[in-house]
């Protein structure tokens, strides 16, 4: 979720440091936002925008990078860090736009049962016909897409790792929930919603991962690798959240919800690293003291890119 209004002070800074970040002397890019209508099959009615980089591999990596409540995919373009980033390293991005309402206005489809079901009908079967779009006009590699998005757009980069794990290789939520929190339309606004209202939903290990298991029946492939972002001051969705993601997330991988590893590789920035048994990282939690409903702000969307293998020169 993300209430409408102008951008935040953090934001806006975030988007002045990011853009001198990327900036190199006498570099001109003549790529810019463009819109793709006919992609394929599109029940959400989306709108779709891709951001193709000047330089890039033959293969591309995906990003899929999607915006909070009242937002739209240009706006999430001039507004976060993606694009600057694809123009250092070479992936292509992909901006939706949701159209669907549920007590704020375009936000990502969560908590229709069609939602909740690979192939159902909803939002997530017309990103997976963007991506796929992407793949047979620009040659995307389908071992390298991956799913990023801030409130509305974090819970949607949940839904799309548990119902899409053969597209997605790893994703990186920002205020998100976990998958399934929402139980319908009504549940969606905060004030009444039993997932994000009165301190945020509570269930067991067990029973968020449950809910994984069930948007795939039978799945026994390799499960995208998860990022998770929240700030310790929100209130808008409960930092509490973030640790049911967490739960979520280690109970589908069969790990310990004991961190492997904690740090602060930034002021503010508290770390903790769930691996496996080689000692990969497959859950990475971030708690980010002070930050209210903001996310991401400077550097966070480098981190995620970092996470997703995809930090190389173009």
Request: aromatic residues 10%; neutral net charge.
């Amino acid at each position: 979720m993300k209430i409408r209004g102008s951008l935040p002070l953090v934001a806006v800074v975030s988007l002045l440091v990011g853009g001198l970040a990327v900036a190199t002397p006498g570099s001109a890019s003549a790529a810019s936002l463009t819109e793709v209508t006919n992609f394929g099959n599109n029940p959400g009615r989306m709108r779709m925008h891709v951001y193709v980089p000047d330089t890039r591999p033959t293969n591309p990596g995906i990003v899929v990078a999607m915006h909070g409540c009242g937002g739209s995919g240009p706006g999430f373009y001039s507004g976060s860090e993606f694009a600057s980033l694809s123009n250092r390293h070479g992936f292509i991005v992909i901006y939706p736009s949701a159209q669907q309402q549920a007590g704020f206005g375009n936000c990502f489809d969560t908590w229709s049962e069609a939602a909740k079901r690979r192939d159902g009908g909803s939002d997530s079967v017309s990103i997976v016909s963007m991506v796929r779009h992407v793949q047979q006009q620009y040659g995307g590699d389908p071992a390298k897409v991956f799913a990023t998005g801030s409130s509305s757009g974090g819970m949607m980069t949940n839904q799309m790792l548990a119902l899409y794990p053969d597209v997605f290789k790893a994703g990186a939520a920002f205020m998100g929930v976990p998958f399934n929190c929402f139980a319908n339309a009504a549940d969606y606004p905060p004030g009444s919603s039993r997932c994000t209202g009165s301190g945020g939903a509570n269930r067991t290990p067990q029973q968020w991962g449950d809910a994984v298991r069930q948007a795939y029946p039978g799945y026994s492939g390799t499960r995208p690798r998860v990022q998770l972002w929240h700030g310790t001051g929100d209130t808008l969705v409960p930092y509490s959240l973030l640790q049911e993601e967490i739960e979520q997330w280690t109970n589908v991988f069969g790990l310990s919800q004991t961190p492997s590893s904690t740090d602060t590789p930034q002021n503010n920035w508290n770390r903790r690293r769930y691996n496996d048994s080689s000692g990969t990282t497959l859950v990475e939690a971030y708690s980010i003291q002070g930050a209210g409903h903001s996310l991401p702000s400077s550097g966070m969307a480098a981190q995620a890119i970092a996470f997703f293998g995809l930090d190389r020169p173009a």
